[in-house]
């Protein structure tokens, strides 16, 4: 929104609306000019030409540098579930389920959540923090006078490099729960790796692995979209900067979670 | 000839007509009106803060007036979608206070950014073009440095190669020389007036660095809250009996 738009709604809180608090007023204006964000991004993604380059750059800075982190988060998360349900499991007497538990819990929500909330902290701090540097050194201005498309060349390419990096990642990320799950499970009971995988997969379906791994997709939307949005709206030096940063990954977050529990319910009707 | 060229040939390549801007309630451009004719310099002084970098991010369609009109050889800018925009620009080249060079990008990679997207060039026939600009501003040899890596100076310089990329007929200086030593003031002053005598350029220089107008301009117009207040030669400026641009003229004494 344009400071002089800014304005209007600053006169409008002085005359009739004082009663509706400030921050109901930011939220509005933070969500039409997102709509408006969208609109210009929806432009670039959907015309002619494209950003090869850029987008194979920002696949590699995006996706394949989140890799260790997200391998690692990954392994991380099967070692914790394989050790805390191991007691309880045993306790009841149903050992021979923690394969089962184990997979099921990774691939259907805790690989997914975790790869999103991992990269949303590593990659929506870095586009936020550099979009927003560009913005306040004028680089973006630049790009537009150049007659080239910022929405094409910063955002377009970095949104769909998140849409598409986040279900591989994913994938890594499922890949090493149930892995070291499997390694943390041997260690104190022997049992080989492809029992442990059968045992796992055993009653998991495509219904339950495709549409939870293919979920994160709109969490890489959600990251892109917030941290480019962030980016461009820096204001103000190095402390537009640092606001545009924290802000990106703390709304990217947030979005990520209130996302996962509305689509876990539409996939839980899709897929009963 | 179609009507429109003949238009587009015979209008100035800048003209702006009663042009308002206003942040809220500070007025920032109240009734601005100014004319470049084709191959002049025109550059506009004033006070810091008294809308001058405003003023050139509205011809160049980076911000919206409140109102009024600017029109780039015949053509109306304001209100334009973002592809009507782009053709405009195209005929326009920026220098920018600060040169906002890509910083992720070598010097030779930020000359060439516009052309290879709009250049219609081979990939040997736009590395000559970028040497070339790059040698008109005296930085062949830095091809392979980072932004970072060069002194303010040499950045604006890169800015100017890269803003006479696309061949523009207008270019755009906002506060060329500032936080430059006297020496390569001097030296970007010279670059200004080489663009026009080689190039036939229409240019606005925005600027509060006296000397720098004095040396680069055919043309100077000075403003006051919002308003153009004078517009002559330095002579004219000069000869004026009036309070501000006298105090203007002796460095506020």
Known sequence: ?272 | MTENMKTQKTAPPIQVKRLRKSFGEQKVLDGVDLEVKPGETLSVLGQSGTGKSVLLKIIVGLQQPDSGSVCIQGSETVGLSRNDLTEIRKKIGFLFQNSALYDSLTVEENVAFPLERLGNMTVVERKKRVRELLSTVGMEEDLDKLPSQISGGMQKRVGLARAIALSPDILLFDEPTAGLDPITASEIDGLILKMRKERNIASIVVTHDLPSARAVSDRLAVMRKGRILLQGSFKDLQESKDEFVVQFLNRGE
Request: include cysteine.
């Open chain 1, 1 to 272: 929104m344009s400071l002089s738009a800014t304005a209007d709604l600053n006169a409008g809180r002085k005359t009739g609306l004082s009663a509706i608090p400030n921050s109901l007023f930011h939220s509005f204006e933070w969500f039409g000019e997102l709509g408006s964000f969208c609109f210009q991004l929806a432009r670039a993604v959907f015309s002619l030409p494209y950003e090869g380059k850029e987008f194979a750059h920002q696949l590699d800075e995006l996706g394949s540098k989140s890799l260790p982190l997200v391998a690692l988060a990954g392994g991380a998360t099967g070692v914790v579930l394989s050790l805390e349900t191991h007691d309880t499991l045993v306790h009841f007497g149903a050992r021979s389920l923690l394969p089962a538990l184990l997979v099921v819990s990774i691939i259907k929500e805790s690989g997914p959540i975790i790869t999103a909330l991992i990269v949303s902290g590593r990659v929506a701090a870095g586009i936020g923090a550099e979009l927003g540097a560009m913005k306040v050194t004028e680089q973006i201005d630049a790009m537009e006078v150049s007659a080239v498309d910022p929405y094409k060349f910063l955002v377009a390419t970095r949104v769909l490099a998140c849409v598409l990096m986040l279900p591989l990642l994913t994938l890594i990320a499922d890949f090493c729960g149930v892995f070291f799950g499997w390694v943390t499970n041997t260690l104190t009971q022997h049992i080989s790796f492809t029992l442990f995988i059968t045992d796992g997969f055993k009653n998991v379906t495509f219904s339950d692995f495709l549409p939870s791994t293919f979920k994160t997709a709109a969490f890489g939307l959600i990251i892109g979209l917030v941290a480019c949005f962030q980016g461009f709206r820096a204001r103000g030096g190095t402390e537009g900067v640092e606001r545009a940063a924290t802000s990106s990954v703390v709304l990217s977050s947030l979005f990520i979670i209130l996302a996962d529990v509305l689509l876990v319910r539409l996939i839980q009707v899709l897929f009963p």
